[in-house]
């Protein structure tokens, strides 16, 4: 069983910055990610990377260009630097581990473990 515990969430103002962290423990996954989840949607892949070679990434359309996911390999964390928050940005974040593989990036199907959230609020 992997576990997955996230931390850093936090309120803040349009414009600034959040640095959430992911510790893994467990069975090394394939593919760590970050979802997010707010009352009334479903939940929607962030950013996601590969956990061996040298780390490649996907992000979401939506986070392109602000959000940066990385991992360090010998602290087993990984992380998501959230840079130019929007207020719709706010949602419970959510670290996802891939443990069998995934077919798409951000695929939910494929992720099977996850943590329990972190809250990020964004305020105007």
């Known amino acids: 069983q992997v576990q997955l515990v996230e931390s850093g969430g936090g309120l803040v103002q349009a414009g600034g910055s959040l640095k959430l962290s992911c510790v893994v423990s467990g069975y090394r996954p394939n593919y760590l990610a970050w979802f997010r989840q707010t009352p009334g949607k479903e939940r929607e892949g962030v950013a996601e990377?590969?956990?061996?070679?040298?780390?490649?990434?996907y992000y979401a359309a939506s986070v392109k260009g602000r959000f940066t996911i990385s991992r360090d390999s010998a602290k087993s964390t990984v992380y998501l630097q959230m840079n130019s928050l929007r207020p719709e940005d706010s949602a419970i974040y959510y670290c996802a581990a891939s443990v069998y593989g995934r077919r798409y990036p951000l695929a939910k199907n494929g992720y099977s473990q996850w943590g329990q959230g972190t809250q990020v609020t964004v305020s105007s």
């Open positions: 990377i590969y956990s061996g070679g040298d780390g490649t990434t």
